[in-house]
Nanobody, 124 residues
Framework: QVQLVESGGGSVQAGGSLRLSCAAS????????MGWFRQPPGKEREGVAS????????YYDDSVKGRFTISQDNAKSTVYLQMNSLKPEDTAMYYC?????????????????WGQGTQVTVSS
């Protein structure tokens, strides 16, 4: 089992920044990808960013490219999501997830472990 705990959410004005953290524990050795997802109120969960464990390739949804950066600190087993130039449409519950399967995907069903989420609210 892998446990994921997110932190760093909050309320910010448009144009501001936040950094989300995801602390992983347990059997993290078998996770291949780490990802950040978000779920706006009344909408489906969507992939935002993903990174190959060990600091490899990164992937971003078009809506956040150039504004969000995913990174990983292997020593601390922590994944970060730096979010800059935030927009009201970025408002959502943000979730950290880990996948055991090889091959990148933004499909939530391909991720095996999930955190409880952290709320991000961006006001105009």
């Amino acid at each position: 089992q892998v446990q994921l705990v997110e932190s760093g959410g909050g309320s910010v004005q448009a144009g501001g920044s936040l950094r989300l953290s995801c602390a992983a524990s347990g059997y993290t050795y078998n996770t291949v990808y780490m990802g950040w997802f978000r779920q706006p109120p009344g909408k489906e969960r969507e992939g935002v960013a993903s990174i190959l464990s060990g600091g490899g390739s990164t992937y971003y949804d078009d809506s956040v490219k150039g504004r969000f950066t995913i990174s990983q600190d292997n020593a601390k087993s922590t994944v970060y999501l730096q979010m800059n130039s935030l927009k009201p449409e970025d408002t959502a519950m943000y979730y950290c997830a880990a996948a055991k399967r090889r091959g990148f995907s933004f499909l939530p069903t391909t991720y095996d472990y999930w955190g409880q989420g952290t709320q991000v609210t961006v006001s105009s």
